[in-house]
């Protein structure tokens, strides 16, 4: 079957979202992509889509309520495909986006590979686009993003910095704010970086650490950024030669975007959360003092 136009719908965190990257990249030139998510990952999408939709903005919440009025949703073109990646078990999703869009195919996945299904979760939605008919060579897709950044890298300047991001969305995969103290120190202990400029990013959940931080670090000359805006983000992460972070959005991100990442696994499944880029190195450690010289050695070898 040949689609002109569809409609993507997966709302869900940063790296939750750019997980449709590397089917995205491959498809945008085949078809018409529109798609519903959450800020700010659709954002980074937006050069591969024709209309992005805010899945908070009014009238989406409708898809879940049993006395539908489509006359409530948003003004949305008419769609060769419409397919969700949201949990859907009574299938009211379905039953009233078939409402809104009679004449389209709706396929509704769950947001991530169903337990036991060890597979990466950007595979899994390319996989799960392909089993709708849509043109996706699926392990292409995950080869091209491995091999060559989605994301477009503003040009360096001379003035590069280390950047290290300190958080994630979930507690449980973090390595503890000491930890993070210890590594930077021992970064800018070296000589090799002790003129190199390091950047700190602090995201929401870690509000109540930005003192803890600003005091342990005080003599060592960190930059401090709290939560910045898609531009600003996008700027530091251009002129980094290195990133450190946990398995997040941003770390994603930054992979993304070719600049050498060191991702930090804790607890999540490296399988299917892996960083996609052409420098990306997974690191885990259960004993962090033991860890720190480990990260410290595999980024010097960038």
Request: neutral net charge; contains cysteine; glycine residues 6%.
């Amino acid at each position: 079957m040949c689609f002109r136009n569809i409609l993507i719908i997966r709302p869900g965190a940063l790296g939750d979202t750019l997980m449709l990257m590397p089917a995205i990249a491959q498809l945008h030139d085949e078809v018409e992509i529109l798609l519903v998510g959450r800020y700010p990952g659709i954002d980074y999408l937006k050069p591969y889509v024709s209309q992005c939709f805010d899945y908070e903005a009014r009238g989406w919440h409708m898809l879940f309520s049993d006395t539908f009025d489509k006359a409530g949703m948003p003004m949305v073109p008419q769609v060769d495909i419409v397919l969700g990646f949201l949990s859907d078990p009574e299938s009211r999703v379905a039953r009233n986006l078939k409402i809104r869009f009679p004449e389209s195919p709706i396929h509704i996945f769950p947001p991530f590979p169903p337990e036991g299904k060890n597979i990466h979760v950007a595979l899994y939605i390319a996989q799960s686009l392909r089993k709708s008919g849509l043109p996706v060579n699926t392990e292409k897709a995950i080869d091209e993003a491995v091999k060559h950044p989605l994301i477009q890298r503003r040009s360096l300047s001379s003035k590069e910095h280390i950047v290290l991001h300190a958080g994630s969305g979930s507690e449980k995969k973090n390595y503890s704010s000491a930890f993070w103290i210890e590594l930077i120190k021992t970064i800018k202990g070296s000589s090799s970086n002790k003129n190199t400029p390091v950047i700190l990013l602090l995201g929401p959940a870690e509000q109540n650490l930005l003192s803890y931080y600003r005091d342990n670090l005080r003599d060592f000359g960190i930059e401090f950024y709290f939560s910045p805006d898609k531009e600003k983000l996008l700027s530091i992460l251009s002129q980094a030669s290195l990133y450190i972070g946990h398995d997040s959005g941003i770390t994603h991100l930054a992979a993304m975007m070719g600049v050498n990442v060191i991702a930090l696994f804790k607890e999540s499944s490296i399988s299917q959360w892996q960083p996609l880029g052409p420098a990306v190195n997974v690191l885990q450690g259960e004993w962090e003092e033991d860890f720190i010289g480990k990260i410290v050695k595999e980024a010097f070898s960038f």
